[in-house]
């Protein structure tokens, strides 16, 4: 029988070229369609950890992959505004500390599984990734918003505040990595 919480994990990795494809739409209704393809997969990310709890369909390839469909899903969007200039400025440095602090934890993960260490993900891990999701749902959206939403600027506000909750889950992560590296 198929494992609907993995369904859903990989269901959200397929959204990812729609997403891509949504930026080379032209006129308001792209950013509409980036945002809603974008806000399934975020529902993706918290229906298929509910299924997986509730129905215990906890899987190895679900612990495996949930992580990297986040990881792919936040990346994509990131980069693909940096190249439409949807994020620009200073606020591209908060993108930049997103992506390498992903990177740098998703290495730690690797070598810390070769030592039979787990590192699980902390609830304020969790809170970073949905205000990540929401500061790009709110870009995405962008200068398509109603005029009485400002959402470039809530976006990059969301961002900022991701990007520092980002450096200090990583820097804890981090912290924890390499106490096992030390002995």
């Known amino acids: 029988m198929y494992n609907l919480a993995n369904l859903l994990t990989f269901s959200r990795i397929l959204m990812i070229p729609l997403i891509v494809g949504s930026f080379y739409l032209d006129g308001d209704k792209a950013n509409w369609i980036g945002f809603t393809i974008?806000?399934?997969?975020?529902i993706t990310d918290f229906l298929d950890g509910y299924v997986a709890r509730r129905y215990?369909?906890?899987?190895a390839l679900g612990k495996f992959m949930d992580p990297i469909a986040d990881k792919l899903l936040i990346a994509a969007a990131l980069?693909?505004?940096v190249a439409f200039q949807r994020i620009e400025g200073l606020a591209?440095?908060?993108?930049?500390?997103?992506?390498?602090?992903?990177?740098?934890?998703?290495?730690?993960?690797?070598?810390?599984?070769?030592l039979k260490v787990?590192?699980?993900?902390?609830?304020?891990?969790?809170?970073k990734t949905t205000l990540?999701?929401?500061?790009?749902?709110?870009?995405?959206?962008?200068d398509a918003a109603p005029d009485a939403i400002d959402a470039v600027l809530i976006?990059?506000?969301?961002?900022?505040?991701?990007?520092?909750?980002?450096?200090?889950?990583?820097?804890d992560y981090l912290k924890s990595g390499l106490r096992h590296m030390m002995e």
Not at 38 to 42: I, R
């Open 38 to 42: 974008f806000s399934l997969a975020g």
């Open 56 to 59: 215990n369909m906890t899987s």
């Open 79 to 81: 980069l693909m505004m």
């Open 92 to 114: 591209v440095i908060a993108a930049v500390v997103i992506l390498c602090r992903e990177f740098v934890v998703s290495g730690l993960r690797e070598f810390l599984a070769d």
């Open 118 to 127: 787990s590192v699980p993900v902390s609830y304020l891990a969790k809170w």
């Open 132 to 142: 990540q999701i929401f500061a790009l749902g709110f870009l995405l959206v962008g």
């Open 155 to 171: 976006g990059n506000i969301c961002l900022w505040v991701a990007a520092i909750l980002t450096l200090y889950t990583g820097y």
